[in-house]
């Protein structure tokens, strides 16, 4: 089992910057890899960002390349989300999420976080 809790979501103007965090319980963290995905009002659930539990490969959804980074500390068991030149349109809940490879935490993640607002301000 793995469970996940995000945190550093808030209000931001358009333009600006936050970082989202993804703090994973259990010693397994490294065998997994984790994913960002979003859910705004009115619409499903999307693929943000995945990383590989190496860190070594990242993924990164057409809408946020080139300005969100996703990052990953596993002495620390924790994943990061560092979202620059925020639009309107990042407004969503944001979730993390687990699973045994990028494929599938890229799609269907075996663990899923409670999620953390992200509001941008136009």
């Known amino acids: 089992q793995v469970q996940l809790v995000e945190y550093g979501g808030g209000l931001v103007q358009a333009g600006g910057s936050l970082r989202l965090s993804c703090a994973a319980s259990g010693r397994t963290f490294m065998s997994y890899a984790m994913g960002w995905f979003r859910q705004a009002p009115g619409k499903e659930r999307e693929f943000v960002a995945a990383?590989?539990?190496?860190?070594?490969?990242?993924y990164y959804a057409d809408s946020v390349k080139g300005r969100f980074t996703i990052s990953r500390d596993n002495a620390k068991n924790t994943v990061y989300l560092q979202m620059n030149s925020l639009k309107p349109e990042d407004t969503a809940v944001y979730y993390c999420?687990?699973?045994?490879?990028?494929?599938?935490?890229?799609?269907?993640?075996?663990?899923w976080g409670q999620g953390t607002q992200v509001t941008v301000s136009s």
């Open positions: 999420g687990a699973g045994r490879t990028v494929g599938v935490v890229s799609t269907t993640p075996d663990y």
């Open positions: 990383i590989s539990w190496s860190g070594d490969s990242t």
